[in-house]
């Protein structure tokens, strides 16, 4: 029992979703996209700098990344929305090389000699490097890009921009981005300074994908000990050939933030604040608007734990807009010997999901509000089980939740932009305000994983779930799917040959507000797969994955890209 009450709060709320986590070695195609091999929720891709992530169970019908949360103080804000890519954070030190392709790019049409030839697909290219460090100081460069999901709304797209819009290849992909910069780590501190040029595309609430190049970006970074700092610096070009438009938005954003250390966790009361900013420059057709053009929001995390199994926690911040609350009570019972029981309630309560999201969004002429009067409560109960017997673990969690005044979008009309006459490519746009449910949505699920090893030799992973939602979900963005279940294995073979495979499975979830006509997106078998040969003597690890096999090309995300079979490799040599 005595390994399970030491978990932290954190871990433990989201138990079964990272359950797998620690058994599923399947490289994600960029970081920040591990979403995209999970088979626990609904993950629908419109590209790398947008998708619906949910994990089933994890309550409420919003997306992880519509809400605001500590831990992603160095995630990038994209429009409204957090997200992992692209990532700025410096790797370890080594020398890195990644590339891949859609299958039925044309490096496999060599092989092809009908007449009536594939289309061209889209490639992910990277590369870079970390020097180790000489006397605490280091230096590294990387150039990454994902044009993979592009081809979606890509005639719309590729005559909005002036030229190519990417550091190489024409496929105008979602993120094309390259920096160089230096840094100095010793045991007491960790600083970075980066900088760079970017371009990007992020999806706004009428379903339009802006295009935006910063020259330059920089960013900074300071850890010391418990207290870390981050500041970035972005000089964003936004342009519409279309319309014949442009614009600049000069930002600065970041943030503070005090970590309760190992003295802080030993005691009753741990206690860790901060505060994030942003405050925008903008002139021309940006799009988008900040009221006030800052925003500054103050937080603090607070955890009592008056006896070894019972804790409770709250995150909380506010200013002069807008106020949210995060808190739960978690009590773990005395049990036997390996088996871990945790029954917890969790809240969620605020004006915003994200505080420090823009405020309005233009669309032609006309504005929309992206706030919404009033709050938003979600409250959670659930019960988590994990037991152990030698060399097999299994573990469940069964929970209920009630939100009342979700936030939606209020259409008021559906239109359309054209784009290439030839290639005849339209998007579906929508017009409206940010609005609220003024109802109670209700859901209960309940999942299971069953693990499996032998030494580190082996391991497998079996899981299953399901969620029941009532309630008027034709107004919610998604309706997520109802039941999953996926399966992972891991072989190691020699100590030094990896295998790693995932089947899974996901029920139909439906786009309910992004076009007139709901769009389904069909369950379907997932098949993922990775081969790494690693030579520990040179430090040298050489991988390859399959993504997306057994599943039909499927676009996911209305004005997204598709999903199709993928191949990435990657060579890494690490210092």
């Not at 230096?182 to 007491?188: A, V």
């Not at 746009?429 to 949505?441: A, E, M, P, S």
């Not at 994955?545 to 060579?571: P, Q, S, W």
Request: aromatic residues 14%.
């Amino acid at each position: 029992m005595k390994k399970f009450v030491q978990i932290p709060f954190f871990a433990l709320t989201v138990l079964f979703g990272m359950a797998v986590a620690p058994f599923a070695q399947i490289p994600a195609e960029m970081e920040g996209m591990e979403y995209e091999t999970r088979a626990d929720g609904t993950f629908l891709i419109g590209g790398p700098t947008y998708a619906f992530d949910r994990i089933l169970g994890a309550g409420g019908v919003h997306s992880e990344s519509e809400l605001w949360t500590p831990a992603k103080l160095r995630d990038r804000l994209l429009f409204n929305r957090w997200s992992g890519t692209p990532s700025w954070t410096p790797f370890e030190p080594s020398v890195w090389m990644k590339t891949g392709n859609e299958l039925g790019d044309l490096i496999y049409q060599d092989f092809v000699t009908e007449k009536d030839r594939p289309a061209n697909r889209t490639p992910i290219l990277e590369g870079g490097f970390r020097t180790p460090d000489y006397k605490g100081l280091w230096a590294t460069a990387r150039l990454f890009q994902d044009d993979h999901f592009c081809s979606g709304a890509y005639g719309y797209r590729y005559k909005a921009v002036d030229g190519d819009y990417s550091h190489f290849g024409a496929n105008w992909p979602f993120f094309s981005s390259a920096y160089a910069g230096i840094g100095y780590t010793n045991s007491l501190v960790n600083a970075s300074v980066l900088a760079g040029e970017e371009y990007l595309w992020f999806y706004t609430a009428t379903s339009l994908w802006i295009p935006v190049h910063y020259k330059p970006r920089v960013e900074g970074r300071v850890d010391v000990k418990d207290l870390s700092l981050t500041v970035a610096y972005e000089d964003g070009e936004y342009q519409n050939m279309y319309k014949k438009e442009t614009g600049t938005r000069k930002e600065v954003n970041g943030s503070v933030y005090y970590k309760c250390g190992k003295a802080c966790q030993k005691g009753i009361l741990q206690v860790s604040a901060g505060l994030a900013f942003r405050a925008v420059d903008d002139s021309g057709s940006v799009y988008t608007e900040l009221e006030e053009d800052r925003v500054a929001w103050p937080f603090m995390e607070l955890r009592v734990q008056p006896i070894q199994w019972m804790s409770a926690d709250v995150t909380f911040g506010i200013n002069e807009r807008d106020w949210l609350v995060q808190d739960s009570l978690q009590f773990m019972p005395i049990t036997p010997d390996d088996l871990g029981v945790t029954i917890g309630v969790k809240n969620i309560s605020g004006t915003r999901m994200n505080p420090l999201a823009d405020t309005k969004e233009f669309y032609g002429d006309r504005v929309v509000d992206l706030t919404a009067d009033g709050q938003m409560n979600m409250i959670q109960g659930y019960l988590t089980f994990v037991d152990t017997m030698g060399y097999v673990a299994m573990g469940g969690r069964g929970s209920y939740w009630a939100e009342y005044g979700a936030e939606t979008f209020e259409v008021e009309e559906y239109l359309s932009e054209k784009g290439d006459e030839k290639i005849h490519a339209s998007i579906q746009t929508r017009y409206g305000n940010v609005g609220r449910i003024h109802d109670w949505i209700k859901g209960v699920t309940g999942e299971f994983w069953l693990n499996a090893w032998y030494r580190d030799m082996f391991k497998f992973t079996a899981m299953a779930g399901f969620e029941h939602i009532d309630g008027p979900v034709e107004n919610v963005e998604v309706t997520p799917a109802e039941f999953y279940t996926g399966f992972t294995g891991d072989w190691l073979l020699n100590g030094t040959f990896k295998i790693s495979h995932s089947l899974r499975y996901r029920s139909d979830a439906q786009w309910n507000l992004r076009s007139s006509d709901p769009m389904v997106v069909k369950g379907d078998w997932t098949w993922d797969a990775s081969f790494s040969q690693m030579f520990p003597k040179y430090g040298l690890t050489l991988t390859g994955t399959l993504l997306h096999v057994l599943a039909d090309k499927v676009m996911e995300t209305v004005n997204g890209g598709y999903d199709r079979i993928r191949f990435i490799c990657t060579a890494k040599k690490t210092f």
